[in-house]
């Protein structure tokens, strides 16, 4: 924490800023963490002279909880502020300013007090360190609150322990030992308003639970009743929902209805076997969740199976778990971020994960700025976002803001790892991380070539034998290492097929030469068999990124791009 344990000297850390902002070298003694605030000002471009955002505070959203728990006891605390000298700031997770009272210098009651906004100040601190937080004078990046100082206090969920906001109390410069004058009353509020929020979430779930009872009828009709924290099932709903039924209604309720008492349907899972009827629970004059009563319907005709897509084919184990991980993380709600060499098939699986939901299709490779701030369709229903590494950084910008609002978010982006990516598109691989799956080359897995090649030939004339292959062919294509991968392996059989003069199986001297000779080197021992499949194993696990594959693999990332170049370059046993 910077000046919440040890506020510097202002004089020296006054001027050090004036020689941050001139590029000139800090000297010693500036703390690190000041000085790596002044840095992310800086990188997200705000500006030292920027005024105060707003001269009125904005008006918080129509339905806030936080903002109806915390305005009484916020009202009841103002008056013992010295109005003219001090402000009392309630901001939310985002760092809006929902309610202020007061003013302090340099009018700091703007509408946005975050980092990207306005630069260092103590909301933004308090609330990503979880705990009061001091920040005086030169501490700020702004020029306007050179002379403010400011103390904060997150306020947590009392359910989840989530951070909900902030209370901030801003004063003229106070440069003696901490704690802040305003401290005290900053944490008292604090806890007055969490003291509300328990209290209302113990009668918001009261409500909740009489609306079930009544909707439930002794427990005889298929009811569940949720609000986004608590999940009320009855018997007859437990025997007719499936989990995708059960997350379908959990997203219904995060939404929080439409914000009326009408009863409405929501959309639920093609195979559901059931309909919902909705009704919103209304709770002090807001939607806090809903009772949707279950009905069966008649399942219809199983449609026969199309045609297995040509890139989805396979039985190797690499194959199976990457497609398995997939399928098992898009029934789940939140993006998805499948990686893979060009023509590994990373679209034709997106496609297939997000089949009959018609979504919005966005290629980054076929323009060079996508306008994703300003769509609104992005965040409304299913997204397929492909070549994410050819983002623009301001798309890229964008989308780190909508996942950090929407967590749940349906988009399933592809990534060909390539170049280094820049510190922004990192920040979003990071956040897909824990959701993502690593395509393995078809040089990985040359035993699903023979599936393969069925599929990838185009349907043959009436009359016509479908293309077969020689044994001898067949163990040509799966030595070759394939850098283009299916998508390679596909023109390579449509050209065939096009151009043959003679019938029967395809024979080895029919392949292109570089196919038929097979790759120049020597075979692995299987020493280095071994060590080449525990290296793949740990790129998958870490999302293709080989910095830290090399860290986790105890070896330098040097060490690490010559075995890969030499295991490239090796033929296949």
């Known amino acids: ?9 202002l004089a020296p850390l006054r001027q050090a800023r004036q020689r941050f902002l001139a590029g000139r070298p800090l000297p010693d003694g500036v703390p690190d963490d000041v000085v790596a605030a002044w840095r992310r000002a800086r990188f997200f471009g705000v500006r030292p ?34 109005a003219a000298r001090s402000a009392l700031v309630l901001t939310d997770e985002r760092l809006r300013v929902l309610w202020a009272a007061g003013r302090a210098p340099g009018d700091d009651t703007g509408r946005d007090l975050s980092e990207r906004t306005v630069g260092h100040n103590s909301a933004a601190l ?39 906001g902030t209370v901030t109390i801003a004063s ?37 639970f009489d609306a079930y009872e009544r909707a439930a009828r002794g427990h005889e009709r298929a009811v569940v009743a949720l609000d986004g924290r608590n999940r009320l099932v009855s018997e007859a709903a437990a025997r007719l929902a499936s989990p995708q039924v059960l997350e379908a209604l959990e997203r219904g309720a995060r939404a929080r209805g439409r914000g009326t008492g009408e009863p409405y349907e929501i959309a639920l899972p093609e195979d559901a076997g059931c309909a919902a009827e909705v009704t919103p629970v209304r709770h002090a004059g807001r939607v806090l969740g809903l009772v949707a009563v279950l009905a069966p319907r008649p399942v219809e005709p199983v449609r026969s199976p199309p045609r297995p897509v040509s890139a989805l084919v396979g039985g190797s184990v690499p194959w199976r778990h990457a497609v398995a991980r997939a399928t098992a993380l898009a029934g789940t709600a939140g993006p998805l971020l499948v990686v893979g060499e060009r023509g590994t098939g990373k679209t034709t699986l997106a496609l ?21 701030e300003a769509d609104d369709r992005i965040g ?4 397929l976002l492909r070549h994410a590494e050819r983002l623009a950084q301001p798309d890229v910008a964008a989308l780190n803001s909508l996942l950090d609002e929407r967590p749940d978010a349906h988009l399933v982006a592809t990534y060909t790892p390539g170049t280094p990516p820049g510190p922004c598109l990192q920040r979003l691989l990071d956040a897909l991380a824990a959701r993502s799956v690593t395509l393995p080359a078809l040089r990985e897995r040359p035993e699903d070539i023979k599936e393969l090649l069925p599929a990838l030939a185009p349907e043959a ?17 799966e030595r070759h290492p394939w850098p283009g991968n299916v998508t390679e392996l596909a023109h390579l059989v449509r050209a065939l097929a096009r151009g043959r003069r003679t019938r029967g199986p395809v024979r080895r001297g029919e392949l292109p030469d570089s196919v038929r000779e097979g790759p120049a080197g020597r075979g692995l021992s299987p020493m280095e068999r071994a060590e080449r499949a525990a290296i793949l194993e740990a790129l998958r696990r870490h999302g293709g990124n080989k910095a830290r594959t090399a860290a986790a693999l105890g070896i330098a990332r040097a060490t690490l791009y010559r ?4 295991y490239h370059a090796a033929p296949k046993p």
């Open 1 to 9: 924490m910077t000046t919440a344990e040890h506020p510097p000297a």
């Open 49 to 82: 002279d920027l005024d105060s955002p707003a001269r009125e505070p904005a008006a918080g959203p129509v339905d806030s909880p936080l903002l109806e728990a915390a305005r009484p006891v916020l009202t009841r605390l103002a008056p013992a502020l010295d």
């Open 126 to 164: 308090a609330l990503r360190t979880r705990r009061r937080a001091e920040v005086h004078g030169p501490e700020h990046f702004l020029d306007v609150w050179q002379d403010v100082s400011a103390v904060s206090v997150p306020l947590l969920s009392p359910e989840t322990a989530q951070a909900l």
């Open 172 to 208: 003229g410069l106070y440069a003696g030992c901490p704690p802040h004058p305003g401290a005290a009353l900053a944490e008292a509020a604090a806890a007055a308003v969490e003291a509300e929020l328990r209290a209302r979430a113990r009668t918001a779930e009261r409500a909740l």
């Open 352 to 372: 297939e994960l997000l089949d009959g939901t018609d979504p919005l299709v966005l290629d980054a490779a076929e323009s060079p700025e996508l306008g994703v």
């Open 380 to 383: 409304d229903g299913p997204v």
């Open 461 to 477: 004339a009436p009359g016509s034998p479908p293309l077969t292959w020689t044994l001898d062919a067949l163990r040509a294509l």
């Open 563 to 566: 075995k890969l170049r030499e």
